[in-house]
Structure formats: structure tokens, C-alpha cells
């Protein structure tokens, strides 16, 4: 992971404090990491989290930083993960709508860019998010798909994020292959 330039978005989903340990891991693994989030993801988990980790700012405003920061940090980055990915920014990259940094940014980014669902199990088994999950696969976006089990709504059933160590893996297979 060594020189490797990634970026990890982080949306509100309460999963978004397992995201904390995968930007940890990356770190570790000698990779730089930007962490861009949404306004929701900040009322879930601070940026000074992030922050701390990386020793990076946080970018959350679309105009902070420059004139062009999305287009900039597209530039630099070898890969994008966005975990948790939730049903809004699945719906926002399928339809390529961009009204905040983390939906502008995938819209101006042309590697690969990792998405990591994570919902409760009846939105992620709604047709709209489903339909959603197909034009993005179609489009080349790769989904790690939700994994079962115990979720915060306490139900169980499909849409927990997948681990911090399986997205890891994810990503280094990822950037692997993209270096073939």
C-alpha cells in the first residue's frame, strides 16, 4: 500500500464507525488517505476522528480547499472506497447527481471506486436501491454487498457493512489487479 493514494467517503449510516478502523488499517498499511464525508456522516462520527488518523483535514465542503477540490482530489487518488455506502449516495451515484463533495467527487474520479451498502435489510431489499445496485454495476461501480445479520434497527437480515478487515482485502485486491 505503500505510495498508494486513496480516498475513502463516508456517508451517515450508523456504520460509519466501523469506517474509523478500515481508514486505521490503511494508514497502517503505509497508504495515504483522504477522508471525504457527508453533512449526515458528520453528525454520526466527527471529523476530528478521521483527522487524527490520517493526519489529513477532513474535506466535507465542496468549495473548501480551492476552486476545484472534488477535481483535484479525483486526480490524485488511486482508488475510492465509500463505506458505508448508504440508500441516498447509491441513488445520488447511479443517477449522477452530484450536491455535495463525496457524490461530486465519484462523478469526477475514473479508477476504480469501491462501494460498501449498509442499511436496514427492508430498504436494501426495496426494488428502487436494488435497481440502484444494477445500473451501478452496469456503470463498473463494485459493490461489496451488505453481509447478514444483527443490525442497530435491532432486526436482523442483509445490510450490515461488510467488515473493516473484508474491505480492506477488497481494496488491496482492488489496487492489485489495477496495477496489472
Keep these: 500500500?505503500?505510495?498508494?493514494?486513496?480516498?475513502?467517503?463516508?456517508?451517515?449510516?450508523i456504520a460509519a464507525y466501523?469506517?474509523?478502523?478500515?481508514?486505521?488499517?490503511?494508514?497502517?498499511?503505509s497508504a495515504s488517505v483522504s477522508v471525504v464525508m457527508t453533512h449526515a456522516a458528520?453528525?454520526?462520527?466527527?471529523p476530528k476522528t478521521f483527522e487524527a488518523l490520517?493526519?489529513?483535514?477532513?474535506?466535507?465542503?465542496?468549495?473548501?480547499?480551492?476552486?476545484h477540490p472534488p477535481i483535484h482530489l479525483a486526480e490524485a487518488a488511486d482508488l475510492v472506497c465509500v463505506a458505508p455506502a448508504t440508500a441516498n449516495l447509491l441513488a445520488k451515484a447511479a443517477h449522477g447527481l452530484a450536491d455535495d463533495l463525496l457524490s461530486t467527487l465519484l462523478l469526477s474520479f475514473d479508477g476504480?471506486?469501491?462501494?460498501?451498502?449498509?442499511?436496514?435489510?427492508?430498504?436494501?431489499?426495496?426494488p428502487a436501491v436494488q435497481r440502484n445496485v444494477e445500473r451501478l454495476r452496469a456503470d463498473r461501480f463494485l459493490l461489496i454487498d451488505p453481509e447478514e445479520g444483527y443490525l442497530?434497527?435491532?432486526?436482523?437480515?442483509?445490510g450490515r457493512m461488510a467488515s473493516p478487515e473484508t474491505l480492506f482485502q477488497v481494496i488491496v485486491d482492488t489496487l492489485d489487479k489495477a496495477g496489472d
Design 112 to 126: 476504480p471506486i469501491l462501494l460498501a451498502p449498509a442499511m436496514n435489510s427492508r430498504m436494501w431489499d426495496k
Design 54 to 67: 490520517t493526519g489529513r483535514p477532513v474535506g466535507t465542503d465542496p468549495w473548501g480547499g480551492g476552486a
Design 1 to 13: 500500500m505503500n505510495g498508494r493514494e486513496l480516498v475513502v467517503g463516508v456517508t451517515g449510516g
Design 42 to 46: 458528520t453528525q454520526l462520527i466527527a
Design 18 to 29: 466501523k469506517t474509523a478502523a478500515l481508514v486505521s488499517r490503511l494508514v497502517q498499511a
Design 152 to 158: 442497530s434497527c435491532g432486526t436482523r437480515g442483509p
